[in-house]
């Protein structure tokens, strides 16, 4: 079964002049559905967990052919991951009209330090809340500005004194899947995200990504943020798989790596088999 960051991918692959060939790791064929070598195949451990939350990825250049890249868990597990690439002179109409899509709630899940204050909120906002208690913060709402286009100022804009309507909708975390360095040029290059509202999250743990190096102490990898934004939209059983299958997957490409087997009885296994577990209410 493909998804949207494997259709990207394959998109990605034919506009290539030369096969991509991945730093460090295994060599060789890759299982088409799990990037992973045959040996160490994952594909019969997919989970899928229904959510009313959804994610939209978008992914700088090379991402989606990274056998690391984590937004193709996020895919793996969250029926409703939307995928698109990312170009700093051009942007997908598709990408522009999911944003619009009156059933969702868009959040650009971004640092809150990097970010105008009237822009930033850490919960979600009034109806997109599972709670429905209320709304913190500036009230964002889905949908393009009125009145104008994508770009800020137009009457509509938030910054303006502008609103889209009701925010009774689904919460949609945007993420830019990217190095630091490349997410960041992302975020400031992007002016069609601009009237979204930042969610700002702050991760109490430290990162268990282990396959990749980054320069900040705080960082952690895009299916992390997903997690933590599920939890926050009240999908814990969603928040909990993408941890676990994170880990599995951790596992598996590690052991790829160094030419050893997998365990399929190691306690990231067994957590994300009993998470799967049929539940009863």
Known sequence: ??????????????????????????????????????SHCMCALRPMVPTRAGVCLIMCDTEPLKPSNTGWLIADVVADTAAFGWARTEVDPALLALLADPQWQPYLVFPGEFVAAERVVTQLIGGSDPHNGGAWGPQFHAGPPKGGGWGGGSPGDPRNGGAWGPASRRPLFVLLDATWPEARKMFRKSPYLDH??????????????????????????????????????????AAQTLEAYLDVFTHHYLQARNQLPVNLEDAAHLRLQALLLPRHF
Do not use: W
Request: charged letters at 25%; proline letters at 5%; hydrophobic letters at 40%.
């Open 1 to 38: 079964m493909t998804h949207a960051v494997s259709r990207l991918r394959t998109a990605r692959l034919a506009r290539s002049a030369k096969p991509f060939l991945a730093r460090g790791g295994a060599r060789g064929r890759r299982c088409a559905g799990c990037r992973l070598i045959p």
């Open 196 to 237: 979204l509202p930042v969610l700002s999250l702050q991760p109490e743990q430290l990162s268990r990504y282990r396959l990749r190096r980054s320069r900040r102490d705080n960082h952690i990898c895009t299916s992390e943020v997903a997690a933590l934004c599920m939890d926050l939209a009240g999908e814990s059983l």
